[in-house]
């Protein structure tokens, strides 16, 4: 078979036609679309989507799913306004102690789903609300401004003229992927996903994996809080209430199979990408914000909605009868 | 209407009569296999029509497209002499068409009466009757034989009885052709008996029944005519009369099986593994045996005797409320099967779908995933090195190229087993626990288990076999113990021991007879 034909079937060529479509059609709506400046301000705008992407895959991928990290993002963002601003830590610590406080967030998320054997959905949406509440606690509800002129760099300099965030999702993503493909607590996470029970039984400490998970999860969501405060140069409690949402839209745009198994980081990438266009696209056309998350919404179902039909139709007589007889 | 070929004795091909059903020339392809390949068959009302041939030799998918589920891509089905079409499964319902699929259909948390009436309950005005509805379902279960209680909830029930009441279902409808798929592959003896005497009746009454069994015995107890597929094409369709157990099993596989049970005895006087007065909370209670190096070692009891429970304490799954484990005669407490399979045990499961395969991953990747550690780089999993072993482990046991590049999914159960076990070669496991490893495979792939099985112990490899098939389980053990109530009764030489002794230790008849003699002396027996 040809390389053309082995890509159509392909897991990433579903996102990535979804992602062309799109694309075309934001910039039909909008000639502004395709213009240097915006392309620049889609960039910058998708990186914290992506980042947090990244933590939401790994958690789908073990058959979990985590509602908080929008909520960590805003805990990150007022913790470290807070220590560098009021406390007056150099920014480094700040940075590494802030890092550390989401992997915490992660742990606690993973500790109760997994060793506690509450399902990660009801814990996580419990997180979400304790983590924000959290924020509101030590920021007394106020945001916190000009942390630290030390921060705008992180996020608007520039290395050989690309803006330094498209290297941050470059490194991230291939990091992640990396460790997915190439080690073996990346193919864990799949086996535990794919089939939770045989990977008890063959060995695999599946509650660790779980745990590692969502761990990771807790550190790219407060790496995307960190990039936020930097963006945006503040800390609020209000911050990231759209992330949650919006990562798992991504990781399921990507095709990844929310009871687990299924999914890949370089699309879920594409589907933060595709979940950047079509927010920036309304942007552009003056949408108002409620209906830019009505739309989100739509996309998502939209999004998992191909995925089954498409799957029914390719693997088709596959999976939907395999189900219950075997292929023949 | 029926009585076309109602004068029609069974066993004989009737020549002069319209066939109630009838495909002619199907043909029926799947994405990388021709499924069918130009199938003819009749069949005849009255008449018990077994359908048999290997995994993958097209007979349940002959069956669902009878059932409408599939939509064969040439050829015609024919109801009485008239072309018919089926888009969907109803619109064979509607011609009469019932089936008992493999896979259960039931409602695990309705009653079986519910179950059995589902979508069609009797009404009286817009409310169900369910008076009606509950006499209904204890007239069918009492046509059955059966003594369930219609108010019973279905996951309730073992396993045999949900099968019964997936019959008890099927029988229920308004049909004239009744396809079963493996009905008997959850029964026990007593359960099979009462199916078969059912099946006769229905035929009795004119219904045409299409059987479809592994369990070639029971094709030659029941069914007048015979069908063999093999790779999708038509065999033969012959009187059952006038075919040998041999003849059959040769046309199936296309070879001959100089021994239907090939063992090897390679065991060596060196325990392997030494279980102490075990006790579990989950009904193991003192077991003791040992195992040795290359040996296999038969657990042999009923369904719910204990067989898996003592499997699952050894492998760390159930924690020991007493006793003590050695493994090459160092004492070892595993505290999960994370433990037992690093200490170099493995578990090739019962349900190899639900706690076996990763449909999500390739057959070399499912193989490796055992010792991943093994394939490191550094940090890293060398993935070309990975494919290349796992492809390596997947041709060791005759797992076909076509099925390595795609899901497990895709291969047949007894493919989907070897590379189960194949994965505990690649881990170096030293012993195996088997439980159920021929359940619902093929001859061919049977015989290829019971080669791996000479194979692993020829290496030094011990086994601990589950198995319901008590010849197969005989002829492939060492030595066999009888277990019951989570005790094992006593532990014999395979050979010693006769299938007879086997069930009649472990189901307990042998208890009631002689408490029926110590009543008959006039001693009161204790419970």
Known sequence: ?328 | MMSDGMEQKPGETPQTAVPLWEVRSISKAFPGVQALDNVSMAIYPGEIHALVGENGSGKSTLAKCLAGVHQPESGQILYKGEVVNFPHPLAARAHGVATIYQEFSLVPSLTVAENIYLNRYPRSGAVIDWDAVRRGTQQVLNQLGLEIDPDAVVKDLSVAEQQLVEIAKATSLESNLLIMDEPTAALGLVETEHLMKLIRRLAAQGKAIVYISHRLDEVFQIADRVTILKDGKWVTTTPISQLKMGDMVRMMIGFDIQQHYPKERNSKAVPCLEVENISTANGVHNVSFTVNVGEVFGLGGMLGSGRTEIARAIYGLDKLTSGSIKLYGRPVRFKSPQDAVAAGIGMVPENRKADGCFFNFDSPKNITVSRLKELLHGPFIHLRDERRIGETYARRMNIPPSGLERSVQFLSGGNQQKVIIARWLFSKARLLIMDEPTQGIDIGAKLEVYRVINELTASGISIILISSDIPELLAMSDRVAVVRDGRILEIAGAQQITEYDLIAAASGANDEEEDAEKRAAGITPQA
């Open chain 1, 1 to 328: 078979m040809g390389h053309l034909s082995k890509f159509f079937r392909s897991t990433v060529a579903g996102p990535l036609v979804a992602f062309l479509v799109v694309a075309a059609a934001v910039s039909l709506a909008t000639p502004r679309f395709l213009q240097a400046q915006n392309l620049a301000n889609v960039s910058l705008q998708v990186a914290t989507v992506a980042v947090v992407s990244i933590g939401a895959t790994l958690v789908i991928l073990t058959g979990g799913i985590d509602l908080s990290p929008g909520s960590t993002v805003a805990l990150v963002t007022c913790t470290l306004a807070i220590l560098v601003k009021n406390m007056g830590l150099p920014l480094p610590v700040g940075i590494v102690l802030v890092l550390l406080l989401g992997i915490v967030c992660g742990a606690i998320n993973g500790f109760f789903s997994t060793y506690g054997r509450i399902p990660s959905f009801i814990v996580t949406l419990a997180t979400m609300s304790v983590y924000r509440g959290l924020a509101f606690l030590i920021t007394k509800g106020t945001p916190i401004f000009s942390v630290s002129p030390a921060l705008e760099p992180i996020f608007y300099g520039r290395l050989l003229g690309i803006p330094l965030p498209f290297y941050y999702v470059v490194i991230l993503y291939s990091l992640a992927a990396l460790f997915l493909r190439n080690t073996v607590p990346g193919r864990a996470i799949y086996a535990v996903g794919g089939n939770e029970s045989a990977a008890r039984l063959t060995g695999i400490a599946v509650n660790r994996y779980r745990m590692m998970a969502f761990v990771l999860a807790g550190l790219t969501a407060a790496i995307g809080g960190v990039l936020l405060t930097a963006w945006l140069n503040s800390g609020s409690p209000n911050y990231g209430a759209e992330l949650g949402l919006q990562s798992i839209a991504a990781a399921v745009i990507g095709g990844a199979s929310l009871t687990g198994g299924y999914g890949s980081m370089i699309a879920t990438l594409i589907g933060a990408l595709t979940v950047a266009i079509v927010q920036n696209g309304l942007n552009l056309l003056a949408v108002p914000a409620s209906w830019q998350e009505i739309t989100l919404g739509a996309v998502i179902v939209l999004a998992v909605g191909l995925d089954m039909w498409r799957s029914s139709i390719g693997r088709g007589i596959g999976n939907i009868f395999s189900r219950r007889t075997p292929a023949r």
